[in-house]
């Protein structure tokens, strides 16, 4: 039990009591005095207050108290007189709220802070189209008009404080906010209605780069970040009792229905798709796609049936919940967002996709776009608009004015050899508007003289170009000593056409005449004044933007309304929609440029876009406007995307609405709170522990992710804890209460709010509908993790941010940490900022040229000593005398003198400590000129050896590593060691004729026409092949047939055959036609008779056959 | 003077009542305590205490201190007058009854129990209830009991006899 004390607002006390606390999200923190007796009247007015010490600075370890204050009279009843009962005056419900309280009195009005271009009527009805951050500021500027004495912040949560990448992408996400005499309290309710889930807190902190706290509210920072620790059941373990209930059971869904809205749908579009009842259905909305679709068997063929659209949960999940229907629109009413066919963050990549080829005349070209990922839905470039947007003369013109000044000081020079020379002395550019035409009015108030006594005239021209014809010229006078008098000069209307964009340049000029220019001269000026210059423009009715190919012609998709309209979502002229006039095809940069209409704002009487509101393309540092086509039908590919997008967004909606969400009102063990110094705060997040109530079993409930000996949680609210067991979730505390009253310490009460609705990605890209699960750490990652109080949160967003959680908590690593160098923080709030917050620094004021030296156990700074011989650190001295050292000098005639030159790695060695006078190239070694060594010069012809650039090589001797006398070095690098012909003959190759065949020449004479190759030798044995004539009279000691080759041919006759008693050993066979003639003897075969015929060659001669010995015939066998 | 009964080593009970500059002997009044009252079992608050169903006995929040609850007691007086010329016995006995209760209705008091020697601040007179009484034409007598309550039974306070005064002990 703990009293507190009211005090009145000049700080008198006023009354001690026992109070209770009700922290809240989204609304003021409340202290109560539920009732105060007293015997005497206590003047509880607005102002009173209570410092309320529940919370507690982590960083000093001190309670902080948070200011309390009466915001209205309280209830009093007198019931006895004063003094006289202690109950004579008797309060009920004395309450007291933190500084959030004027939330709820301050109007909000449309104001905003300082002149920033955005428009503001300080009235209470605010219709705008903004981000969540364009709303807090003008939230600032409503309690800074109102309470102007106070220090308020009013911003959006940031990564710092634990937002993730999808909460900001949120938060940033422009839309339409309109509300009507309503006070902040109530505009921080639509923001949280109109961005989902984007609520606020109350914080008592000090700004960043601020030294003193102020009251702040940090809009999307509920649930941000945990409370202390976590609770589980148990003694010392903080919770005495979990209360668990289905906090969605009537919100349950088993099978969606999803439709998206009818925006830029055709009519009837889904009746020319083959689907069953195709004339009968009725469908204007958006649908899943049709592959997703149930069928109906119509006549033997199975067509989807419109009927059918639906998507279900899983079987498990059906069988536990059973069916449970729900219809959603998702045509951006109530919390769904509106899924309609658009180009909306479409990208190049996504346009390619649509089409079924590449030559398809709408496909982007690749050439052009090499990137995928730009998005169509950016402006590319736009043209330029020269209007304010203002009401100009006659209301349809519009007038911009320039002005500068001018302070023509100092000397000319008159060049040699010229008698009249031009001097510029001030140049201006204009550009031609839209419409072709302006008006230029320029008044030059100039003063002052030009002191030139050499001249004969001098005039001053306002010189224009774009075809103005001669510049106007006016002449100027001298003063009593001769000086050139400068004066204002004004040409009042100068009109311009040209075409749009065409510049105009108007320049001031002296012209200087001389009698003679024989020699350079230089003269004085003087001339100051102002120059100043109004352009009137006639307001041009359009504006142009150049898109990338969007994959289709607008000219051939059907206008949906009056027309075909584009609407900015982002930069200037975002909310702002304007119809389409125009639409051309860009063949050389595969885009397309738009004509659009300008309108005008009959609120503010302004026409957009204009000088201050333009539309942006692409430019440096700047993406582009982003921008979707309304009201017109858009093509097959466009729908076929969006119904995928439409089913991503409903299967989203079905897994999120198939579970059971749980809501856990856990009772707080008061003691616990106590001895662990624990607090509890409202819109932070409270993290419990259990393996039995608070168990998600196998479904996404409270999304649990078994992991390692912990779970991490994946939830959106992306916090990760390492623990070493048990169940965790995690919620956002909807309401505390402590009550200091109820017992010897203080008792805590808290509701826990349930899981965030999705917000259905409406942060996220068009195409990346589908959540994406963005906590995976490896098993290792958690089981390595050494958390001994289980209470280490850190973060980790999809972009892989990892943000610890616990504000003051120090990150440790025992290896090494490295990051890239940017990202998010900066400022060096967290560790060492300068080189002096180093514990063995001490340099606290260093100076410039001053360096650090360590002595004594530490680093301190010293000036560098710049008398005497010292090298600076930067800049170029040359050293005179010899720099050097132990081992190595370098002269002052650059001779140096080292004991090596090492390469690492090693291309370079020039000796070593065992090789010491060695050069040692290693690896690739690259010559640019010719190699010499010896001789006397740079020159080859004296050394040693050499080799030129072009790699002729030059050596007084060759030798090869284990080469001998007997052997020689061939051009491919191998020696030979063959024995060759060392002398011989005179061999003269035959020419001519005689090509071929050579001649020998010897001794005993010359010898003609001797093959080179298949010589018979005189001697030994050869085989000679093919056909040899002989034309003389051969002689052989003996002819021997090879084998049973033949001697002669048919063709090749002997015609004589001597012999000298030549024996014929074997058979004669001889043809039957052959005779054999014996002188004048003929021994021939008589075939008729076949008997041996023996006549004389002589007809007539009588042969006669005798024998003597036996002659036989007819069949009897001789004998001896 | 009112009638004292004489009683051996009789121990005075003292009572300062708000506004008394001293203390004054309830035998001023006539009145002698009859008991000695105060309680020697003081109770302390009960603590904050957490019952574990799955655990034996409490756990209890034991701060650095422990408490008391502030107690009542009763003190029975016994007053008896004698008559005297021109006034009745009973009309004495009121009148000192009387007197007595006037100063226990001073608001907060002081007592000191000589007896004992011990007292109390921060009491208040609570009720009285008569447990016998007799009246005759010579005397008259009543023995009744005061209940008072003491709300701070933590300081300890003591009697200066030489200045007559109940101050709580630094």
Request: contains cysteine; negative net charge.
């Given at each position: ?312 949960a899983d079987s498990a999940t059906m069988t536990r919940l ?333 897994d999120?609405?198939s579970v059971e969400?749980w ?29 039995q109530?608070?168990d998600g079993s196998s479904d996404n409930a409270i999304h649990l992710l078994q992991?390692?000996?912990?779970y991490?949680?994946t ?12 169940y ?393 | ?170």
């Amino acid at each position: 039990m703990s009293k507190f004390t009211i005090y009145s607002a000049s700080g008198t006390p006023l009354y001690e009591g026992t109070p209770t606390y009700t922290g809240s999200y989204r609304k003021p923190g409340m202290l109560e005095f539920r009732e105060i007796n007293s015997p005497e009247y206590i003047d509880f007015a607005p102002g009173c207050y209570v410092d309320y010490t529940r919370v507690h600075d982590e960083v000093n370890d001190v309670e902080v108290p948070r200011r309390f204050k009466i915001y209205s009279v309280p209830q009093v009843k007198k019931q006895a007189r004063n003094y006289t009962y202690g109950g004579a005056f008797v309060y009920q419900s004395v309450q007291l709220y933190d500084a959030s309280k004027e939330l709820e009195l301050c109007p909000f009005r449309d104001l905003v802070k300082g002149d920033n271009r955005v428009h503001f009527s300080t009235q209470p009805s605010i219709t705008t189209f903004e981000g969540v951050d364009g709303l807090a500021r003008r939230f600032q500027a409503c309690l800074e008009d109102m309470y102007p004495n106070e220090r308020w912040v009013v911003r959006t949560a940031t990564e710092n404080d634990g937002a993730s990448a999808d909460l900001v992408a949120l938060m940033n996400e422009a839309r339409e906010f309109s509300v009507s005499g309503v006070n902040l309290l109530e505009a921080l309710d639509k923001v949280f209605e109109i961005w989902p889930d984007v609520g606020w807190v109350y914080r008592y902190e000090v700004p960043e780069n601020e030294d003193y706290p102020a009251n702040t509210i940090i809009i999307g920072g509920g649930g941000l970040n945990p409370n202390q620790g976590t609770y589980a059941y148990g003694k010392g373990n903080g919770l005495k009792s979990i209360t668990r209930t289905v906090a969605n059971a009537d919100e349950l869904a088993t099978r969606i229905f999803a439709y998206g809205s009818s925006r830029n749908m055709l009519p009837r579009w889904y009746n020319d798709q083959n689907i069953k009842d195709a004339d009968s259905v009725d469908i204007q909305n958006l649908m899943i796609p049709v592959s997703e679709w149930g069928t109906t068997t119509v006549g033997g063929v199975d067509l989807p049936d419109a009927a059918k659209a639906y998507l279900d949960a899983d079987s498990a999940t059906m069988t536990r919940l059973g069916l449970r229907p729900k219809t959603y629109y998702f045509d951006g009413t109530g919390d769904l967002p509106e899924i309609y066919p658009t180009i909306r963050e479409m990208t190049i990549a996504a346009v390619r996709a649509t089409k079924s080829s590449s030559s398809d005349p709408y496909y982007p070209s690749t050439s052009v776009y090499t990137s995928g990922s730009a998005r169509v839905d950016k402006v590319l470039s736009v043209g330029t608009v020269f209007d304010s947007g203002l009401a100009g003369e006659n209301g349809k013109s519009s007038v911009s004015n320039d002005s500068t000044v001018v302070s023509q000081v100092g000397t000319m020079t008159m060049p040699a050899g010229e008698s009249m020379k031009q001097f510029d002395f001030l140049t201006r550019t204009y550009t031609i508007g839209e419409s072709g035409s302006m008006v230029l009015s320029v008044n030059a108030d100039l003063g002052g003289t030009v002191v030139c006594d050499f001249a004969r005239a001098m005039n001053l021209l306002i010189i224009t170009s774009a075809d103005m014809g001669t510049p106007t010229t006016y002449e100027l006078e001298q003063d009593a000593l001769g000086n050139w008098l400068i004066g204002s000069y004004n040409i009042p209307s100068l009109p311009f056409t040209g075409t749009s964009g065409q510049t105009v340049t108007v320049k001031i000029a002296l012209v200087v005449y001389t009698t003679s220019g024989d020699s350079a001269r230089t003269f004085t000026t003087n001339i100051t004044g102002d120059f100043t210059s109004e352009v009137t423009r006639k307001r041009a009715t359009t504006f142009k933007i150049g898109i990338r190919q969007i994959g289709f012609d607008i000219n051939a998709q059907a206008a949906l309304g009056d027309n075909k309209t584009i609407a900015f979502r982002s930069g200037k002229c975002a909310g702002r929609s304007f119809a389409i006039k125009t639409c051309t095809y860009v063949q050389a940069t595969d885009s397309w440029s738009l004509e659009v209409i300008r309108s005008q704002d009959d609120s503010l009487s302004q026409w957009f876009p204009n000088t201050d509101y333009p539309v942006r393309g692409v430019e440096t540092n700047y993406g582009g406007d982003e921008f979707v086509l309304l009201d017109i039908a858009m093509p097959d590919e466009y729908v076929l995307a969006a119904e995928m997008k439409l089913l991503n967004a409903a299967q989203e909606l079905l897994d999120d609405a198939s579970v059971e969400r749980w809501q856990y009102n856990p009772e707080i063990d008061a003691k616990f709170m106590v001895e662990n110094d624990r607090e509890i705060l409202p819109g932070e997040s409270m993290t419990l522990m259990d393996g039995q109530i608070v168990d998600g079993s196998s479904d996404n409930a409270i999304h649990l992710l078994q992991h390692g000996g912990g779970y991490v949680l994946t939830s959106q609210e992306q916090r990760i804890l390492l623990s070493s067991s048990g169940y965790i979730t995690s919620a956002l505390v909807d309401t505390v209460v402590i009550s200091e009253g109820e017992a010897a310490i203080p008792t805590y009460k808290v509701t826990l709010l349930d899981r965030k609705r999705k917000s259905f990605s409406e942060a996220k890209g068009a195409d990346s509908i589908s959540s994406t699960p963005v906590t995976k750490l490896s098993s290792t990652t958690t089981n390595t993790a050494t958390a001994t109080k289980g209470d280490t949160y850190f973060t980790l967003d999809e972009n892989g941010n990892v943000t610890l959680k616990e504000q003051y908590q120090n990150l440790w690593v025992s290896g090494w940490m490295a990051a890239g160098g940017v990202g998010t923080g900066g400022g060096g709030g967290g560790g060492a900022s300068y080189l002096n917050d180093l514990n063995d620094v001490n340099a606290p004021s260093p100076s410039n040229g001053q360096a650090l030296v360590y002595r004594s156990g530490e680093w301190v700074n010293e000036t560098i000593q710049v008398s005497g011989n010292y090298i600076p650190l930067s800049g170029s001295t040359a050293i005179t005398g010899t720099l050097g050292a132990s081992g190595w000098s370098i002269t002052t005639g650059g001779a140096a003198s080292l004991s090596s030159i090492t390469r690492s790695g090693a291309i370079l060695y020039i000796g070593n400590t065992n090789n010491q006078g060695y050069v040692w190239l290693r690896e690739d070694t690259y010559i640019g000129g010719a190699m010499l060594m010896g001789g006397t010069s740079t020159s080859s012809a004296n050394a040693l050896w050499s080799i030129t650039s072009a790699g002729a090589a030059t050596f007084a001797s060759v030798a090869v590593n284990g080469g001998t006398s007997s052997g020689f070095l061939k051009a491919d690098g191998s020696v030979d060691t063959t024995t060759y012909l060392t002398s011989h003959q005179s061999v003269t190759l035959a020419t001519g004729t005689n090509s071929g065949t050579m001649k020998l020449t010897t001794a005993a004479g010359t010898t003609d026409n001797i093959a080179v190759k298949n010589c018979v030798t005189t001697d030994g044995t050869q085989t000679i092949s093919g056909t040899k004539t002989f034309s003389a009279t051969t002689t052989a000691a003996n002819i021997i047939p090879g084998g049973t080759n033949d001697l002669g041919s048919s063709s090749s006759r002997w015609s004589n055959i001597y012999g000298s008693n030549a024996n014929l050993t074997g058979n004669l066979s001889m043809a039957q036609a052959s005779t054999i003639t014996i002188g004048p003897i003929t021994i021939s075969y008589d075939s008729v008779n076949k008997a041996l015929h023996i006549s004389g060659t002589d007809n007539g001669t009588t042969i006669g056959l005798y024998c003597d010995g036996f002659v036989s015939a007819g069949g009897v066998q001789s004998n001896s | 003077m009112p009638y004292i009964p004489a009683i051996r080593d009789y121990k005075p009970f003292y009572i300062q009542a708000n506004g008394d500059v001293t203390a004054w002997d309830t035998t001023d009044y006539g009145l002698v305590a009859q008991t000695q009252p105060f309680p020697c079992n003081f109770e302390v608050k009960e603590p904050y205490k957490n019952t574990w169903f799955d655990e034996h006995g409490d756990e209890e929040y034991i701060g650095a201190t422990m408490y008391l609850k502030g107690f009542e007691y009763t003190v029975k007086f016994f007053v008896k007058t004698l008559a005297t010329v021109g006034s009745s016995p009973i009309e004495k006995l009121n009148s000192q009854i009387d007197s007595f209760m006037g100063k226990l209705l001073q608001g907060e008091f002081k007592i000191w129990d000589s007896w004992q020697e011990r007292g109390y601040q921060s009491v208040r007179y609570v009720k009285q209830s008569i447990e016998d009484r007799d009246v005759t034409d010579e005397y008259a007598w009543m023995l009744f009991s005061v209940t008072m309550k003491v709300n701070d039974p933590a300081t300890e306070v003591s009697y200066n006899s030489t200045n007559h005064t109940i101050t709580a002990t630094a």
